[in-house]
């Protein structure tokens, strides 16, 4: 019925592409899609939008890995959930000229990290218009048997472990990077995780929300923070400690657990492929930086949408 | 923690606005949100984006329309599966000059229509930029015990009903109409609705669609076209009929159920505050206009979003 252009092609091309799923009882082409849920378990819902020129730049990027971007981000959230992730919409507002073509790597890109990650890309919406790219995925996804690990659980005397290395992710990181949804799930299996967040807007922001919703403080000694190479490498006056502490998207995750489980991780590192590292302790309040046995107020540095 | 102004202090704003709900175990504010869903059924699951300049004018609609829309057209896609509307997560970009007032302004708009339909709002994403603004939403719904209505269950024979008059929604319609929620899952309860589609491409083209995936025709009889006023007073040289076969964002339904069906519900008239009406029927194959006695192609007019 369809000619071989607009948005319609696109959508039967898209369904060529998509393969069938356990848990996609009806895929893209309908009104709405039809998942089949494991069974009455809570369900984790998250979204994230993408827009070109504030998220990414498309012609430095390219269209693949905003495509692996827009879905990892995403994951990350639910991986901050000690989730798993079951299935995927996308959502796009595509530039008119070269829509297509823009449009085939997105999606292939958004389905390289789904497949990685089981994930099903059950529908969406495709758009074009005047403006630049917009990409808004949601994901859901179902919590473990031991419920979702939200950041309102940490308490006072908690040790505070992140998943790597932080800071520089402006040089490539922050396109490319592991979601930490594996290495979520394993931790959340060998201890109790009381509370986790996923670092979006930057080291101390995040530590930061995390201490708000559990109504408590934090102390980060910064020689033990893990700083990235990449965070050596930026040249801008900011030390790399800095840039560990305040740079965004580096989707690794901030989780407090009790002291003897943050000592008996840090000593067996269970979770193969990365190397826990502990970096701080919860107080009773206040965000505080440890730095040669002298204790400063911390900043909560890191990104915020300005509004006004 | 939070300064008065910027991204989460609007979030803070956001989540004293947002009364508790059965189904949100975890609301906004996390890094996913926590649904508790009633059973192990089909889930039904939407999206929509909605673009500045293409979908709506801002300084003609207002934000608080604008929001009253975005949630209304991906209920009237869970309309369109006879589901029952749970849950949303809205993503905003942003223009950054004013946006915090119009972030208030759209989100009351979206929670008038969640209200309305019994929706939760569980959460979203909310972003600032230098572009116009785009909102994309996310419903996630459920099947009635019969189980979804898909657009491809219709049959050589099934008669085609619609829920309302058509043609001319630009007038103002297009930003301000009732998905029919209620009176999918009415009728679906009534009769058994062999496909279903909302109108949001114009009536000729989404017959075609529906007709698509069902692999068959459509013969569609002129006369019996309900047709709007707004679509008499519009003098563009296209004829009310035109308007009504061609016009998209009526948000009515097209639903193909048995001849005998059919012939019932018409006389019987069972869901309260719309009248259906028969305006075709489903054929072997092509998509035909009957008009005085004289039977036509019918192009599939209406919109497709240009892609190349």
Redesign the interface.
């Known amino acids: 019925?369809?000619q071989g252009?607009?948005?319609?092609?696109?959508i039967d091309w898209l369904r060529s592409k998509t393969p069938a799923h356990s848990r996609v009882?009806?895929g893209p082409?309908?009104?709405?899609?039809?998942?089949?849920?494991?069974?009455?378990?809570?369900?984790?819902?998250?979204?994230?939008?993408l827009?070109e020129?504030?998220?990414f730049r498309l012609e430095e990027a390219g269209p693949r890995l905003v495509g692996r971007k827009a879905m990892s981000v995403n994951l990350s959230?639910?991986a901050?959930?000690a989730?798993r992730p079951l299935?995927a919409?996308?959502?796009?507002?595509?530039p008119?000229?070269?829509?297509?073509a823009l449009?085939e790597e997105l999606y292939l890109g958004l389905r390289e990290v789904a497949d990685q990650f089981d994930t099903a890309i059950?529908?969406?919406?495709?758009?074009?218009?005047?403006?630049?790219l917009?990409i808004?995925v949601?994901i859901?996804?179902e919590?473990t048997p031991r419920g979702?690990v939200?950041?309102?659980g940490a308490r006072v005397g908690d040790r505070l472990l992140v998943t790597g290395p932080l800071g520089g992710s402006i040089l490539g990181k922050h396109l490319e990077f592991t979601p930490r949804v594996r290495e979520a799930t394993e931790l959340h299996a060998v201890a109790d995780v009381h509370a986790?967040?996923?670092i979006s807007d930057g080291l101390a922001a995040d530590v930061?929300?995390m201490?708000?919703?559990s109504r408590c403080g934090a102390r980060i000694w910064a020689q033990a923070i893990p700083i990235s190479q990449d965070a050596h490498r930026i040249h801008d006056g900011r030390s790399p400690l800095e840039h560990a502490l305040g740079d965004g998207e580096d989707f690794e995750l901030v989780a407090a657990v009790s002291p003897a489980d943050a000592e008996r991780l840090v000593r067996e590192q269970p979770i193969t492929g990365i190397q826990l590292a502990c970096i701080g302790e919860c107080v009773e309040e206040g965000l505080w930086l440890e730095k040669n046995g002298h204790v400063g107020k911390l900043e909560?540095l890191g990104y915020?949408?300005?509004?006004?």
């Open positions: 019925m369809h252009r607009g948005e319609f092609a696109f009882a009806l082409g309908d009104d709405a899609a039809v998942l089949q849920f494991p069974g009455p378990a809570e369900c984790l819902i998250t979204s994230d939008m827009m020129g504030t998220c959230d639910i901050a959930m989730g299935a919409v996308v959502s796009v507002a595509l008119r000229a070269g829509g297509r449009a059950a529908g969406g919406d495709t758009n074009t218009w005047d403006g630049p917009v808004a949601t859901l996804g919590a979702p939200l950041r309102s986790m967040i996923d930061g929300h201490c708000a919703e909560p915020a949408h300005p509004m006004d």
